[in-house]
């Protein structure tokens, strides 16, 4: 079992963590002693409480699960899961059975995730501190979950490129599930697939995407399993490009497309590098009216800001050369590292450079089945701007 240590601060960062801020930092402690796991309880200087977490590796010490004297245990998990749940029954959006039932950080769990998928879930453990706690999760949120008609689940933890998936409980689908998402059929692989099989943070922006793209040609960069691309076939495109560098991920999209029933003459598949396609797109001077342009993270950390920010605005910028005047841009970004206003940096950057004018129409982040703690900048990852191209 968890043992239990008390450390004090060495940074005056109480008010920020009694605000909600999830995560303290190893620099701003007193050095201690704590294997991953175990509960620990921050104090300031008079040694009051300010908060108590679970011990962590890394920069990120602890780990913080609530700021009041309390213990946690399957009492606090389970409050936790219910007014996750409350949540969830007052925003997911009617004709939609794929959704975030755990949030990490914004629901007051960090590190945990969890996705409903119709009568399947996928736990996601992310960082060592839940490791020693996964049986006693797993067990409490089971006839949670079982309440809302999940059936089966799987847990997924470890680093990317190295993730084990296991089985939690029940039967869950060896073959990608087809999941609704306001009426639109999802395909999603919960064993082998990105995340947990979906990125469902776009959920509002596929929507978006379905309202815009009557009799417009659209192209889908970055797809994935094509979402966007079917979103656009369901809107009444006049012709959809779809593209992605993975063969698997063309594959998907196209088993995406046939099972909202969409006519295949309407969509072609291109299994490319998204700059080499823009570039030849360009040099043959095609162009699209609706760009939707959503890339894999360019920041998985601080050290890679730079370098993301010019890939940014060289993405902006190819995207805008094929966006035929007066089309609309969909730019959009999940890494938690660039800012809302480095992203509109990049994109001033890449429309200078193709020179054109650009109008801001909307701007939306994650819907509200992933909240944010406002303590928790970090938190707000999702970026997406939808602009127009001038004449």
Known sequence: MPTSVTVQLRKPLARVLRQGHPWVYRD???????????????????????ARGLAD?????????????ERIDEELFTRRFAEAGALRDAVVPAHTDAYRFLHGEGDRVPGLVCDVYDRAAVIRLDGAALGPWRERIVATLQPVLARRGVEAALVKQGKRGQTAVERAWGEPPEVPLAVREHGMVLVADLRHGQKTGLFLDHRESRRRIRELARDRRVLDLYAYVGGFSAAAGLGGARSVDTV????????????????????????????????????????????????????????????????????????????????????????????????????????????????????????????????????????????????????
């Open 244 to 391: 992605d560098i993975a063969r698997p991920a063309i594959e998907a999209a196209l088993r995406t497309w046939r099972a909202n029933g969409l006519p295949e003459d309407r969509r072609t598949g291109h299994a490319s590098d998204v700059p080499e396609f823009l570039a030849r797109a360009v040099a043959d001077e095609r162009q699209w009216d609706v760009v939707v342009a959503d890339p894999p993270s360019f920041a998985p950390n601080a050290a890679s800001v730079p370098k993301a920010l010019e890939s940014y605005a060289k993405l902006h910028e190819a995207s805008l050369r094929v966006l035929a005047p007066g089309g609309l841009l969909l730019a959009a970004s999940c890494s938690s590292h660039i800012t809302p206003a480095q992203f509109d940096d990049a994109l001033r950057q890449g429309a200078s450079k193709a020179r054109r004018v650009v109008q801001v129409l909307e701007r939306w982040a994650a819907p509200a089945d992933h909240p944010r703690l406002l303590a928790f900048a970090e938190g707000d990852y999702l970026k997406v701007v939808l602009a127009r191209a001038l004449v």
């Open 28 to 50: 701003a402690l007193q050095p201690f002693s704590a294997a991953p796991g175990d509960v620990v309880t921050v104090v300031d200087e008079r040694r009051k409480l300010v």
């Open 57 to 69: 590796e890394g920069p990120i010490a602890v780990r913080v699960f609530t700021t009041k004297d």
